[in-house]
């Protein structure tokens, strides 16, 4: 099943995706629902992020070391980093990066779980029954800060950091899957399940041994160590089969009387895109 978060008109409702249409449902996504007799086409809806987490977790590594070798659980350090709500934002919202980052931001593609039962310290065998579903996420981060800040809460937390969606999955396989990251349409990393250290469920266990985690609670799995520059006007994109394409927009923050003007097109994608999570 593929669980959407949607806006139509001014209304913020949830709905089962189907192939052209979403149908829309009542009750509570993490304990019961049931679908409704209303259905609406994909044009007419905007689709969100998927939930409203309270907070984002993610490894710091996860993956492939520099030089391409696979290090195993014993050998790698998990180190699990955190962002704030604001940080989330859904598929098509843009990033707005300052302007004083002439040295652009960095990304890298992910699973993302999201949790559906509360849960703490759970094994990695029955985490499963606490996640909701899976879906995509982009993971942007900000390397000159990690270097001149004693933590990371802009590099990492900055407004609209992890565009997540569009959907959930809630019968996603995490034993076979592949992950695309593009910039302007163009693949410039491609990785699989087979590439990571730890499954997602010994990443969504591990960070609940000391965090006690809670329903739209989500945790990037990670992948790749090595991360992906990019610059204001690219355009990013994460698309994993099962989950959908994810994509956004790099634009530069505009502060009037500071900035200069925004082009046509940056005012274009700031006016039709709406930053509702």
């Known amino acids: 099943m593929k669980l959407v978060r949607f806006k139509l008109k001014n209304t913020i409702k949830y709905g089962v995706l189907t192939e052209n249409s979403v149908i829309e449902i009542r009750g509570n996504i993490y304990t019961m629902f049931r679908k409704t007799s209303y259905e609406y086409d994909l044009d007419d809806i905007e689709i969100l992020c998927p939930v409203k987490a309270r907070q984002i977790w993610g490894p710091t590594k ?7 070798v696979i290090e195993t659980n014993e050998e790698v350090i ?14 098509n919202a843009p990033v707005i990066v300052e302007n004083d980052l002439f040295s652009g931001v960095h990304i890298t ?11 703490k310290k759970i094994n990695s065998n029955n985490i499963s029954k606490y996640i909701l579903g899976y879906t995509c996420g ?16 802009r590099a990492k937390s900055s407004d609209n950091f992890s565009p997540v969606g569009p959907w959930i999955n809630t019968e996603f ?22 590439d990571l250290v730890c499954n997602p469920q010994e990443v969504v266990s591990y960070i609940c041994q000391q965090i006690t985690l809670k329903p739209g609670d989500m945790v990037f799995i990670g992948g790749q160590n090595s991360l992906i ?4 006007g690219d355009h990013i994109s994460c698309e994993i089969p099962g989950l959908g394409m994810l994509g956004n927009q790099l634009v ?9 003007e925004l082009s046509a097109t940056e005012s274009q994608i700031l006016s039709q895109s709406k930053l509702v999570g």
């Open 78 to 91: 998990l180190d699990p980093w955190l962002k704030g709500s604001n940080a989330i934002c859904g598929p």
């Open 229 to 232: 520059p990019v610059w204001c």
């Open 62 to 68: 996860n993956g492939r070391s520099s030089d391409g």
């Open 173 to 194: 396989n995490t034993e076979d899957f592949s992950v695309t990251i593009s910039v302007n349409d163009i693949p410039v990393q491609q990785f699989s399940n087979r």
């Open 138 to 153: 982009i993971d942007i981060s900000k390397k000159e800060w990690f270097d001149n800040d004693e933590t990371q809460w």
């Open 252 to 260: 530069k923050e505009y502060v009037p009387g500071v900035s200069s």
């Open 109 to 119: 593609g992910s699973v993302v779980a999201v949790i559906g039962k509360e849960c």
